[in-house]
């Protein structure tokens, strides 16, 4: 039996587009746990239903049809909706469109002063969740001078110091240079590590193969599911839905077809070279 | 051009300025602009003057960065400036054909100009040496008795916050946009006033479209963080009257005390 | 048709206790019908420059020759500029305004003061080369499109000036991997079809390697290096000391090149990478790990 922290059962969300008679279903029957301390990534391309999805998982949208389960509450349920978004937060894509002061201590404050916390306990929350996203010397500044790598960190942080279970990361990497993909990527990992569950939506795939399951949404349904070696092995499949694959299983399919045998495992650039180092 | 408005920003710092109780400097601020309203002498405005001078030396912040702040008044200040100074009747210094400066005239319109600059960087002060949370905090507070004739202090203040937040990312909009449209060949300089006001619809429209978006993204992400309005919001910065807010209150009470003596003497 | 950047140099807030200098000593040059892609981190002045290009800005020293014609003399006019280079911002689907997507994209033509029938025709023409249907697409809502549509038809607004070089920054970013592919796919398409210059201003590596005949390389508004993707992605060292970092495929063969594989220097395509590998493993090439 599954330590469950997300349990997703035969989702439905629908919305009706202006003028339309017939709702659109961007959700279509998704049944799906996930496990106390994983880390799985999301992909599709856009409109597949990820970010549908993951708005479902805190009750920022509430199911058409179906019931979804976080941390044991019903998100339906609104006597515990804030039980359910202090157990799952979230983190967007825009990083200067979810921060709410111009003070970047302030907006970390933001969410343990919704949750009515104690003050003196705000101060050491705030002061260590800067610490965790390495911006503890920022705390001062105006989020309009930063980086964008940088302001999704306060992001971040403001997550962190409502102490969640889990975090949704949607998309959190889109608009960010490589230096701030690589500094959002290796904060995840180390908020996974300290126990956080972690659950990605992203377009990409190197972020993917860091996670523990990787989960494809092709209109409104799940379409793979399983570790990023299970998925990422059947290449083609990833393709046939307008996915890219990581580029050492782009690679794989080349030395295939030249008459090298890879091993669909094989889905990482490190694993790669020591798989050929290895090769006899 | 955009970047000068320095209005309604704050400039970090930790000087005793900074630290004082916002609800003070909201009512020191509101006193001040009081005092260069009914001053009626030049007296009255050097001591507002000195005041606000110390006020600025305490709290460190740029002289030069709060001149930038007067740059995009300059034309309401030369406006003004001109309409009392030719406007007046009084003793005639110059004349050419209707065109008139009188000695009462002049006096009038430095008389202005100064009550205009003291206003524009008194009240510059008070944002630029208080966070926009604790500002906001602050008239939540000095709110708050009107709260049960029905006056919704806490969404307010949570209004101006987001105001506050969000006027240097809209001008960044503004000046991403203006850029894009101008290499598309758009021409924002030259024209009839109608030609000019047509050919802000390409920003504006784009601009409206970004502040859409910006509301809807902010709106989710702050209920994703559990914002459900004033109710059991508690604050990391709670608000207490410390000893320096005390020598505050008193320099307050005495420099009030001055400005009613000296309008009574002079 | 040909660029000579030469000596630039740009500053902001000159004379302000805040001024910064955005590029210094800044000299390269484009020839007819080159794809130029530039790299840089962000704050590395990439945009800076791009502005200089599209008179945007004007260089504080130096000047930019284009076609022959010093567009940084005094007394060049803008139109003429714009005229002959079109400059696409990053997400320039934001700066949609009109009411259908046939009057956005005339929106430039007609600041350039053409007649109604050429404007139409080149429409049509702009809608076309980024592939998108002219019929099916005139008369829609700009704003009722989905994120790659709209930056097509971003683009083609810039397109439809008929610029002689087109300078895109970062056009992909932001997209998802479909989209992604079918704006870089375009782009190739504009560049061939038009044999004009084109300027590429992109993250990610592997698409700069792939599309450009030249790269150049720039950090703290000065140039590090300039030249084929080869010759630039052979200098990882000097890449990696600006933050920079080689396409995916080169770190790994170079990765293998460090273990011993014999295989040629600075790879920059999977399907070279495979044929290396291959041959070399085929022909008994042990790695000596």
Redesign the interface.
Known sequence: MMDSIIKIENLIFEYRKEEEEQPVKAINNISLEVEKGSFTAILG???SGKSTLA?NL?G?LLPTGGTVYVNGYNTADEEHI?DV??SA??V?Q?P????????V??DV???????????AE??RR?DKALEDVNMGPFK?????LL??GQKQRI?IA??VA?KPRCIIFDEPT??L????RKEIMSIIKELHEEGITVVLIT?F??EAVNADRVIIMHQGEIFMDGTPAEVFGQGEKVKSV???VP??V??AR??R????EVPEKIIG??E??EY????? | MLRDITLGQYFPGSSPVHKLDPRLKIIATLLFIIELFIVDNFIGFLIAAIALGAVIALSKVPLSYILRGLKPILLILAFTFALNMFMVDGRILWQWKFLKITQEGLELAVFMAIRLILLIMGSSMLTLCTRPIALTDGIERLLSPFKRFGLPAHDIAMMMTIALRFIPTLLEEADKIMKAQQARGADFETGNLMQRAKSLIPILVPLFVSAFRIAQDLAMAMEARCYRGGENRTRMNEMKFKKSDYVAVTLLAVFGAVIIIQSKVF | MSIQVKNLKHIYEKGMPTESVALEGVSFEVEDGELLGIIGHTGSGKSTLLQHLNGLLKPDEGTIVIGGVDITAPGVSMVEIRKRIGLVFQYPEYQLFEETVAKDVAFGPRNLGLADSEIEERVREALELVGLDYEDMKDRSPFELSGGQKRRVAIAGVIAMRPEVLILDEPTAGLDPKAHKDVLKMIEDVHGKTGNITVLVSHNMADIANLSDKVLVIDSGRVVTMGTPEEVFSKRDELSSVGLDLPPITCLTEALRERGFKIRETILSVEDAADEIAEYLKAGGKAEC
């Open positions: 391309k856009n409109g708005k805190n920022l804030w978004r202090q937060g979230m967007f825009n200067d469109n979810q921060l709410v002061s111009a003070i201590e302030d404050a933001f969410g343990p002063e919704n949750l009515g916390i104690e003050p705000i101060r705030v001062g500044k105006s989020p309009h980086s964008g992001a403001g997550v409502m889109a608009m240079d490589p230096k701030g377009h795939m190197d307008n996915l890219d580029m050492a782009e690679l080349a030395l077809q030249r008459g090298i650039t490190e790669m070279v050929l180092c290895q090769y006899k």
